[in-house]
């Protein structure tokens, strides 16, 4: 990781410093927890985790807490929710915007084992993204409502030519196939579009298959890529 990435992920994790202290014997606390969340997050998505140990601690204490709400907290209970969260790893991309592991620390406390059977694979619409505001995270977006979707609410809030904008994302898109972890996000983002489709001819990229044929090349045998 280069410097200034490193020093990046200390700074944005730090900061539960300032929001819950924690005592140094919590260290010690949740190894085995934490040490399978890092091997089953490396497994899922490709990357590793990069997160300092207190904020891992604050985070596990919270999920804890979360639990503890609505269950009486146990080990195994705390496995078989980070087991859950990982098996259903696209409800947090679809519903939460995100997966890590301070979203599944936020999300604990509304947990149920019934959510085993939440319908939350229904496809997304052009209409989900009234309210979102692309441009703040594009790639997030493009891997929570697929490129298609956000590429065309993306147009409308930048006021730009449909056709030089995709040129630029198309060239961004192809920054993300150097390096194991931005091909986890790659991978993300041509799912969702899958699984989104067909679109109308008035969305960017609704040929997606023709546009962005190379890409799909990279992952070959998976469900979603037939």
């Given at each position: 990781?280069?410097?200034?990435?490193?020093?990046?992920?200390?700074?944005?994790?730090?900061?539960?410093?300032?929001?819950?202290?924690?005592?140094?014997?919590?260290?010690?606390?949740?190894?085995?927890?934490?040490?399978?969340?890092?091997?089953?997050?490396?497994?899922?998505?490709?990357?590793?985790?990069?997160?300092?140990?207190?904020?891992?601690?604050?985070?596990?204490?919270?999920?804890?807490?979360?639990?503890?709400?609505?269950?009486?907290?146990?080990?195994?209970?705390?496995?078989?929710?980070?087991?859950?969260?990982?098996?259903?790893?696209?409800?947090?991309?679809?519903?939460?915007?995100?997966?890590?592991?301070?979203?599944i620390a936020h999300f604990a406390k509304e947990?149920?084992?019934?959510?085993?059977?939440?319908?939350?694979?229904?496809?997304?619409?052009?209409?989900?993204?009234?309210?979102?505001?692309?441009?703040?995270?594009?790639?997030?977006?493009?891997?929570?409502?697929?490129?298609?979707?956000?590429?065309?609410?993306?147009?409308?809030?930048?006021?730009?030519?449909?056709?030089?904008?995709?040129?630029?994302?198309?060239?961004?898109?192809?920054?993300?196939?150097?390096?194991?972890?931005?091909?986890?996000?790659?991978?993300?983002?041509?799912?969702?579009?899958?699984?989104?489709?067909?679109?109308?001819?008035?969305?960017?990229?609704?040929?997606?298959?023709?546009?962005?044929?190379?890409?799909?090349?990279?992952?070959?045998?998976?469900?979603?890529?037939?």
């Open positions: 990781m280069k410097t200034f990435e490193g020093k990046l992920v200390l700074a944005l994790n730090s900061w539960y410093e300032n929001l819950e202290s924690v005592e140094d014997t919590d260290f010690v606390k949740y190894e085995f927890a934490k040490n399978k969340f890092r091997t089953l997050y490396l497994k899922k998505t490709g990357e590793f985790l990069n997160i300092t140990q207190r904020a891992q601690v604050v985070a596990f204490n919270k999920i804890a807490h979360g639990l503890s709400e609505n269950f009486e907290f146990t080990d195994a209970l705390l496995n078989e929710y980070l087991e859950w969260c990982f098996d259903n790893y696209d409800f947090f991309l679809k519903k939460r915007k995100g997966f890590n592991l301070n979203t947990w149920d084992q019934d959510l085993l059977k939440f319908e939350y694979d229904a496809k997304v619409t052009y209409k989900d993204l009234k309210e979102v505001d692309v441009k703040e995270n594009i790639f997030i977006s493009f891997e929570t409502y697929g490129i298609p979707f956000a590429a065309t609410k993306l147009s409308t809030e930048v006021a730009n030519d449909q056709r030089q904008l995709k040129q630029t994302i198309r060239t961004k898109l192809d920054t993300l196939t150097n390096t194991k972890e931005d091909l986890a996000r790659l991978r993300n983002m041509l799912r969702s579009t899958v699984e989104n489709g067909p679109y109308e001819s008035g969305i960017m990229f609704h040929d997606y298959r023709l546009c962005f044929e190379d890409l799909f090349s990279y992952f070959p045998g998976e469900p979603w890529n037939q």
